[in-house]
């Protein structure tokens, strides 16, 4: 469904990603994982169009998408959960969740799909006509997952969706990621939660100094000891 092929980023005279190339099949859950600073969002940033490449070819169902900006990508049905939430502090619930449809024409689809996502987070119907600085990180986070959803994407990147959130919440959080694998969503997880994430991922990358240091199933990263060691900080099973 998905393919990065040697995209490489930089600020300035600093490359924060190499020639990096990945894929992801149509139903797949895949992670990339890595330490801080290793690329990670700057390459999540660069496949939806926010940075700008500095080489590298990005395909989408079978289209050339390299040149195309985030809002073509959105409509093609590519979209991201960035990092840190980044909510609209000053709208409410509803109005980030109208906001995520901006693309689509579809009054009753958007309603159905509201509904649904209250449904699947009880506590976003509570809070649905407060603004959404009033929410906790943890419900914040499933905002910004329903609003990425509300585009109806066929590939939903989220760029490190358990970052700052207690264990209780984060499980709530990938529970639902395994879900929407059901709902014929593909998915590309970035993560620093090694342990927890490949415990439902399909295939894994890995990602250090903006190079690319594995790809392989998620049961291979867990059994490659070296590899969790140096570039994760986890002992491999």
Same mark, same amino acid.
């Given at each position: 469904?998905?393919?990065?092929?040697?995209?490489?980023?930089?600020?300035?005279?600093?490359?924060? +990603?190499?020639?990096?190339?990945?894929?992801?099949?149509?139903?797949?859950?895949?992670?990339?994982?890595?330490?801080?600073?290793? &690329?990670?969002?700057? /390459?999540?940033?660069?496949?939806?169009?926010? +940075?700008?490449?500095?080489?590298?070819?990005?395909?989408? !169902?079978?289209?050339?998408?390299?040149?195309?900006?985030?809002?073509? /990508?959105?409509?093609?049905?590519?979209?991201?959960?960035?990092?840190? !939430?980044?909510?609209? %502090?000053?709208?409410?619930? %509803?109005?980030?969740?109208?906001?995520?449809?901006?693309?689509?024409?579809?009054?009753?689809?958007?309603?159905?799909?509201?509904?649904?996502? $209250?449904? *699947? #987070?009880?506590?976003?119907?509570? !809070?649905?006509?407060?603004?959404?600085?009033?929410?906790? &990180?943890?419900?914040?986070?499933? $905002?910004?997952?329903?609003?990425?959803?509300?585009?109806?994407?066929?590939?939903?990147? /989220?760029?490190?969706?358990?970052? &700052?959130? %207690?264990?209780?919440? +984060?499980?709530?959080?990938?529970? #639902? $990621?395994?879900?929407?694998?059901?709902?014929?969503?593909?998915?590309?997880?970035?993560?620093?939660?090694?342990?927890?994430?490949?415990?439902?991922?399909?295939?894994?990358?890995?990602?250090?100094?903006?190079?690319?240091? #594995?790809? &392989?199933?998620?049961?291979?990263?867990?059994?490659?000891?070296?590899?969790?060691? *140096?570039?994760?900080?986890?002992?491999?099973?």
């Amino acid at each position: 469904m998905f393919k990065a092929e040697n995209v490489s980023v930089s600020y300035g005279p600093i490359r924060a +990603v190499r020639d990096v190339s990945l894929t992801v099949g149509e139903g797949e859950i895949v992670t990339l994982l890595g330490p801080n600073g290793a &690329g990670k969002s700057s /390459l999540i940033s660069a496949i939806i169009g926010l +940075v700008p490449k500095t080489g590298g070819r990005i395909a989408f !169902r079978d289209e050339d998408v390299t040149v195309l900006g985030t809002e073509a /990508l959105v409509c093609r049905g590519m979209t991201v959960t960035p990092e840190g !939430r980044r909510v609209f %502090a000053e709208l409410t619930v %509803a109005e980030n969740l109208r906001l995520g449809a901006a693309t689509r024409g579809d009054p009753d689809g958007i309603a159905e799909d509201t509904e649904k996502f $209250l449904e *699947m #987070f009880p506590i976003l119907r509570r !809070r649905f006509h407060s603004a959404a600085k009033y929410l906790s &990180g943890g419900e914040q986070q499933m $905002l910004a997952i329903s609003r990425s959803l509300m585009s109806r994407p066929r590939f939903l990147m /989220l760029d490190e969706p358990s970052l &700052g959130l %207690a264990p209780r919440i +984060v499980d709530q959080i990938f529970e #639902f $990621l395994i879900q929407l694998r059901t709902w014929g969503v593909t998915m590309l997880v970035v993560e620093q939660n090694a342990g927890e994430v490949l415990e439902f991922a399909d295939r894994a990358y890995v990602l250090a100094s903006g190079a690319m240091q #594995f790809s &392989g199933t998620a049961e291979d990263l867990r059994q490659s000891g070296g590899v969790m060691e *140096m570039y994760l900080g986890l002992e491999g099973h």
